[in-house]
Protein backbone atom coordinates (compact mmCIF):
# COMPACT_ATOMS: atom_id res chain seq x y z
CA UNK A 1 0.00 0.00 0.00
CA UNK A 2 2.49 2.58 1.01
CA UNK A 3 5.34 1.39 -2.14
CA UNK A 4 4.34 4.47 -4.10
CA UNK A 5 4.63 7.39 -1.71
CA UNK A 6 7.72 9.47 -1.64
CA UNK A 7 9.70 9.06 1.60
CA UNK A 8 9.71 11.76 4.06
CA UNK A 9 12.01 14.57 3.36
CA UNK A 10 12.59 15.98 6.96
CA UNK A 11 14.76 19.51 5.20
CA UNK A 12 11.71 20.07 3.61
CA UNK A 13 9.37 19.79 6.15
CA UNK A 14 11.57 20.98 9.05
CA UNK A 15 12.04 24.53 7.21
CA UNK A 16 8.02 24.81 6.63
CA UNK A 17 7.61 24.16 10.79
CA UNK A 18 4.60 26.59 10.91
CA UNK A 19 1.07 25.58 9.76
CA UNK A 20 -1.77 28.30 8.57
CA UNK A 21 -3.45 29.74 11.81
CA UNK A 22 -7.22 28.96 12.06
CA UNK A 23 -9.88 29.32 13.76
CA UNK A 24 -12.26 27.23 15.85
CA UNK A 25 -15.89 28.95 16.81
CA UNK A 26 -18.14 27.23 19.18
CA UNK A 27 -21.28 27.91 21.25
CA UNK A 28 -22.86 26.30 24.09
CA UNK A 29 -24.58 23.77 22.35
CA UNK A 30 -20.88 22.35 20.84
CA UNK A 31 -19.77 22.00 24.51
CA UNK A 32 -23.26 19.83 25.60
CA UNK A 33 -22.65 17.67 22.58
CA UNK A 34 -19.09 16.67 23.48
CA UNK A 35 -19.51 16.44 26.80
CA UNK A 36 -22.81 13.83 25.85
CA UNK A 37 -20.23 12.57 23.58
CA UNK A 38 -17.87 11.41 26.15
CA UNK A 39 -20.82 9.98 28.49
CA UNK A 40 -21.44 12.53 30.93
CA UNK A 41 -24.81 11.91 32.61
CA UNK A 42 -24.63 8.15 30.68
CA UNK A 43 -25.12 6.78 33.66
CA UNK A 44 -27.56 9.00 35.52
CA UNK A 45 -29.35 12.15 33.92
CA UNK A 46 -29.18 13.87 37.13
CA UNK A 47 -25.80 13.34 38.13
CA UNK A 48 -25.09 16.19 40.31
CA UNK A 49 -21.42 15.97 39.47
CA UNK A 50 -21.99 16.44 35.88
CA UNK A 51 -25.42 17.57 35.02
CA UNK A 52 -23.45 21.34 34.97
CA UNK A 53 -21.66 20.15 31.50
CA UNK A 54 -24.76 19.92 29.70
CA UNK A 55 -27.29 21.67 31.73
CA UNK A 56 -27.57 24.86 34.41
CA UNK A 57 -30.78 26.27 35.70
CA UNK A 58 -29.71 29.79 35.24
CA UNK A 59 -29.21 29.45 31.15
CA UNK A 60 -26.68 27.06 28.94
CA UNK A 61 -24.05 30.00 28.88
CA UNK A 62 -23.30 29.14 32.57
CA UNK A 63 -22.71 24.83 32.10
CA UNK A 64 -19.06 24.35 32.07
CA UNK A 65 -16.71 23.18 29.44
CA UNK A 66 -15.20 19.89 30.55
CA UNK A 67 -10.77 20.36 30.02
CA UNK A 68 -10.90 17.58 27.66
CA UNK A 69 -12.80 19.90 25.24
CA UNK A 70 -9.82 21.76 24.42
CA UNK A 71 -8.24 19.05 22.19
CA UNK A 72 -10.86 19.48 19.50
CA UNK A 73 -9.05 22.81 19.09
CA UNK A 74 -6.10 22.01 16.63
CA UNK A 75 -8.17 19.38 14.45
CA UNK A 76 -9.03 21.47 11.37
CA UNK A 77 -5.25 21.97 11.78
CA UNK A 78 -4.50 18.25 11.23
CA UNK A 79 -5.73 18.36 7.46
CA UNK A 80 -3.18 21.31 6.58
CA UNK A 81 -0.47 17.96 7.16
CA UNK A 82 -1.10 16.89 3.20
CA UNK A 83 0.24 20.13 2.38
CA UNK A 84 3.24 20.43 4.26
CA UNK A 85 6.43 20.67 1.44
CA UNK A 86 8.45 16.67 1.76
CA UNK A 87 5.60 15.02 4.22
CA UNK A 88 4.83 12.35 2.75
CA UNK A 89 2.08 9.59 4.43
CA UNK A 90 -0.66 7.46 4.12
CA UNK A 91 -3.88 9.03 6.10
CA UNK A 92 -5.71 5.90 6.48
CA UNK A 93 -1.96 4.17 8.20
CA UNK A 94 -2.31 7.26 10.64
CA UNK A 95 -2.51 6.86 14.40
CA UNK A 96 -3.00 8.99 17.15
CA UNK A 97 0.05 7.93 19.79
CA UNK A 98 -0.16 10.49 22.48
CA UNK A 99 -2.11 13.47 23.11
CA UNK A 100 -0.83 16.04 25.82
CA UNK A 101 -2.48 19.56 27.31
CA UNK A 102 -2.31 22.26 29.24
CA UNK A 103 -5.24 24.21 30.63
CA UNK A 104 -4.10 28.21 31.25
CA UNK A 105 -7.55 29.90 31.87
CA UNK A 106 -11.12 27.53 32.53
CA UNK A 107 -12.34 27.43 28.62
CA UNK A 108 -15.58 29.51 28.40
CA UNK A 109 -18.55 28.06 27.11
CA UNK A 110 -18.59 30.37 23.86
CA UNK A 111 -16.04 31.15 21.98
CA UNK A 112 -14.00 32.00 18.90
CA UNK A 113 -10.52 30.20 19.20
CA UNK A 114 -7.22 31.57 17.33
CA UNK A 115 -4.60 28.50 16.78
CA UNK A 116 -1.37 28.78 15.89
CA UNK A 117 0.74 25.43 15.22
CA UNK A 118 4.19 24.40 13.93
CA UNK A 119 5.57 21.16 13.80
CA UNK A 120 7.39 20.55 16.99
CA UNK A 121 8.99 17.48 16.32
CA UNK A 122 9.81 14.53 13.59
CA UNK A 123 11.39 11.26 14.55
CA UNK A 124 12.32 8.11 11.95
CA UNK A 125 11.28 4.78 13.87
CA UNK A 126 12.40 2.59 10.95
CA UNK A 127 9.12 1.64 10.40
CA UNK A 128 6.74 4.36 10.75
CA UNK A 129 7.13 7.94 11.30
CA UNK A 130 6.43 10.26 14.42
CA UNK A 131 5.11 13.73 14.33
CA UNK A 132 4.73 15.87 17.17
CA UNK A 133 2.25 18.83 16.59
CA UNK A 134 2.34 21.89 18.55
CA UNK A 135 -1.13 24.15 19.17
CA UNK A 136 -1.80 27.28 21.03
CA UNK A 137 -5.15 28.21 21.08
CA UNK A 138 -6.40 32.04 22.27
CA UNK A 139 -9.20 33.32 22.82
CA UNK A 140 -9.46 35.96 19.18
CA UNK A 141 -11.50 38.54 20.94
CA UNK A 142 -9.44 39.01 24.14
CA UNK A 143 -5.96 37.25 22.99
CA UNK A 144 -6.11 35.69 26.32
CA UNK A 145 -4.01 32.22 25.47
CA UNK A 146 -6.23 29.14 26.94
CA UNK A 147 -4.40 26.32 26.07
CA UNK A 148 -1.64 24.18 24.71
CA UNK A 149 -1.95 20.83 22.91
CA UNK A 150 0.36 18.48 21.41
CA UNK A 151 -0.42 15.76 19.39
CA UNK A 152 2.23 13.11 18.69
CA UNK A 153 1.34 11.10 15.60
CA UNK A 154 2.07 7.64 14.62
CA UNK A 155 2.49 7.48 10.51
CA UNK A 156 2.73 3.99 9.55
CA UNK A 157 4.65 2.94 6.97
CA UNK A 158 6.20 6.79 6.20
CA UNK A 159 9.98 5.69 8.14
CA UNK A 160 13.15 4.73 6.92
CA UNK A 161 13.57 8.63 5.15
CA UNK A 162 17.00 8.79 7.13
CA UNK A 163 20.04 9.34 4.75
CA UNK A 164 22.61 7.97 7.35
CA UNK A 165 23.01 4.95 9.68
CA UNK A 166 21.57 6.93 12.54
CA UNK A 167 18.05 7.34 12.90
CA UNK A 168 16.55 10.97 11.97
CA UNK A 169 15.12 13.03 14.69
CA UNK A 170 13.92 16.36 15.55
CA UNK A 171 12.27 17.84 18.35
CA UNK A 172 11.67 21.63 18.22
CA UNK A 173 14.00 23.32 21.33
CA UNK A 174 11.23 25.83 21.95
CA UNK A 175 8.16 23.34 22.59
CA UNK A 176 7.80 20.17 24.07
CA UNK A 177 7.15 20.63 27.33
CA UNK A 178 9.44 18.32 30.54
CA UNK A 179 6.68 15.63 31.00
CA UNK A 180 7.25 13.21 33.74
CA UNK A 181 7.09 9.56 32.73
CA UNK A 182 3.78 7.67 33.55
CA UNK A 183 4.48 4.71 35.22
CA UNK A 184 1.67 2.54 36.73
CA UNK A 185 2.39 1.66 40.26
CA UNK A 186 1.80 -1.94 41.51
CA UNK A 187 -0.19 -0.82 44.62
CA UNK A 188 -4.30 -0.72 44.83
CA UNK A 189 -5.94 1.95 42.78
CA UNK A 190 -7.14 5.00 44.88
CA UNK A 191 -10.31 5.16 42.97
CA UNK A 192 -11.68 2.66 40.49
CA UNK A 193 -14.41 4.00 37.84
CA UNK A 194 -16.45 1.80 35.76
CA UNK A 195 -18.27 3.24 32.44
CA UNK A 196 -20.10 1.46 30.25
CA UNK A 197 -19.98 3.43 26.60
CA UNK A 198 -23.16 2.92 24.21
CA UNK A 199 -23.26 1.18 20.71
CA UNK A 200 -23.66 4.46 19.59
CA UNK A 201 -21.03 6.38 21.45
CA UNK A 202 -18.60 6.78 18.16
CA UNK A 203 -21.70 8.43 16.03
CA UNK A 204 -22.48 10.79 18.66
CA UNK A 205 -18.99 12.00 19.39
CA UNK A 206 -17.81 12.38 15.53
CA UNK A 207 -20.80 15.17 16.15
CA UNK A 208 -18.07 17.09 17.88
CA UNK A 209 -15.72 17.49 14.61
CA UNK A 210 -14.04 14.57 14.14
CA UNK A 211 -15.77 12.24 11.04
CA UNK A 212 -13.18 9.69 10.22
CA UNK A 213 -14.99 6.98 8.61
CA UNK A 214 -13.04 4.57 10.34
CA UNK A 215 -16.02 5.16 13.52
CA UNK A 216 -18.71 5.25 11.86
CA UNK A 217 -18.34 3.11 8.18
CA UNK A 218 -18.03 -1.15 8.87
CA UNK A 219 -16.61 -1.23 5.48
CA UNK A 220 -13.64 0.96 6.15
CA UNK A 221 -13.23 -0.58 9.87
CA UNK A 222 -13.12 -3.53 8.31
CA UNK A 223 -10.41 -2.40 5.54
CA UNK A 224 -8.46 -1.24 8.28
CA UNK A 225 -8.46 -4.31 10.37
CA UNK A 226 -11.40 -3.91 12.66
CA UNK A 227 -14.28 -6.66 13.05
CA UNK A 228 -16.60 -2.94 12.92
CA UNK A 229 -16.16 0.97 13.74
CA UNK A 230 -13.95 1.83 16.49
CA UNK A 231 -14.33 4.65 19.39
CA UNK A 232 -12.08 7.87 19.16
CA UNK A 233 -9.02 7.53 21.08
CA UNK A 234 -9.70 11.38 22.28
CA UNK A 235 -13.20 10.32 23.27
CA UNK A 236 -11.67 7.36 25.24
CA UNK A 237 -9.62 10.26 26.89
CA UNK A 238 -12.52 12.01 27.42
CA UNK A 239 -14.03 9.67 29.58
CA UNK A 240 -10.32 8.70 31.33
CA UNK A 241 -10.14 12.41 32.48
CA UNK A 242 -13.97 12.69 33.25
CA UNK A 243 -13.56 9.66 35.81
CA UNK A 244 -10.63 11.19 37.24
CA UNK A 245 -12.31 15.09 38.07
CA UNK A 246 -15.29 13.20 39.34
CA UNK A 247 -13.39 10.52 41.42
CA UNK A 248 -10.32 12.79 42.81
CA UNK A 249 -11.55 16.48 42.02
CA UNK A 250 -14.80 16.47 43.92
CA UNK A 251 -16.14 17.49 40.51
CA UNK A 252 -14.32 20.24 39.90
CA UNK A 253 -12.76 20.23 35.95
CA UNK A 254 -11.03 23.86 36.85
CA UNK A 255 -8.66 21.41 38.81
CA UNK A 256 -7.16 20.16 35.97
CA UNK A 257 -3.97 21.81 34.83
CA UNK A 258 -2.37 19.82 32.42
CA UNK A 259 -3.40 15.93 30.92
CA UNK A 260 -1.34 13.46 29.00
CA UNK A 261 -2.54 10.17 27.72
CA UNK A 262 -0.91 7.48 25.36
CA UNK A 263 -3.17 5.14 23.16
CA UNK A 264 -2.50 1.62 23.53
CA UNK A 265 -5.67 -0.37 21.84
CA UNK A 266 -8.72 0.31 19.83
CA UNK A 267 -12.34 0.07 21.69
CA UNK A 268 -15.06 -0.95 20.29
CA UNK A 269 -18.66 1.30 21.01
CA UNK A 270 -20.66 -0.60 23.65
CA UNK A 271 -17.59 -2.12 25.86
CA UNK A 272 -16.80 -0.67 29.43
CA UNK A 273 -14.05 1.31 30.32
CA UNK A 274 -13.15 0.67 33.76
CA UNK A 275 -10.34 3.85 34.54
CA UNK A 276 -8.17 2.88 37.52
CA UNK A 277 -6.58 5.93 39.58
CA UNK A 278 -3.63 6.52 41.76
CA UNK A 279 -3.10 9.69 43.69
CA UNK A 280 -0.02 11.49 44.86
CA UNK A 281 -0.20 15.64 46.21
CA UNK A 282 -0.60 16.93 42.65
CA UNK A 283 -0.66 14.09 39.94
CA UNK A 284 -3.41 11.31 39.31
CA UNK A 285 -1.83 8.50 37.33
CA UNK A 286 -4.82 6.92 35.18
CA UNK A 287 -5.00 3.60 33.34
CA UNK A 288 -8.34 2.48 31.47
CA UNK A 289 -9.25 -1.10 30.46
CA UNK A 290 -12.07 -2.64 28.57
CA UNK A 291 -13.85 -4.94 30.41
CA UNK A 292 -15.00 -7.46 28.24
CA UNK A 293 -11.34 -8.06 26.70
CA UNK A 294 -9.44 -7.14 29.67
CA UNK A 295 -7.25 -5.10 27.48
CA UNK A 296 -5.50 -2.00 28.68
CA UNK A 297 -6.50 0.89 25.93
CA UNK A 298 -5.02 4.05 27.75
CA UNK A 299 -2.98 5.29 30.25
CA UNK A 300 -1.65 8.48 31.48
CA UNK A 301 -1.07 11.11 34.14
CA UNK A 302 -3.97 14.27 35.13
CA UNK A 303 -1.52 17.22 36.67
CA UNK A 304 -3.91 18.90 39.34
CA UNK A 305 -3.72 23.05 40.34
CA UNK A 306 -4.55 21.82 44.06
CA UNK A 307 -6.26 19.14 45.73
CA UNK A 308 -7.70 20.02 48.78
CA UNK A 309 -7.18 17.33 51.34
CA UNK A 310 -11.33 17.16 51.83
CA UNK A 311 -11.51 16.06 48.41
Known amino acids: MTSSI ?34 ACGANAVDEKELKYVYHQDGQSCIQALPTFAVLFPYRL ?7 PGLHFEPSLLLHGQQYFEIYKPLPTNCCIQNRAHISGLHDKGK ?30 AGGFSKTSDLYSYSSP ?8 VTIPKDIPFAIHEDCTQ ?5 LYRLSGDYNPLHSDPMIANLAGFSRPILHGLCTLGFAVRAVIKCCCGGQPS ?19 ITEMWRSETRIIYQTKVKEREKVVLSGAVLMNHVSSAL
Open 6 to 39: PRIEPELVIAHTLLPESTFTYTERDVAVYALGVG
Open 78 to 84: MLTLFEV
Open 128 to 157: AAILEIETISCNKETGEVLCRNRNTLYLRG
Open 174 to 181: SSNPKVAP
Open 199 to 203: QSQAL
Open 255 to 273: LVKSVQGRFLMHVYPGETL
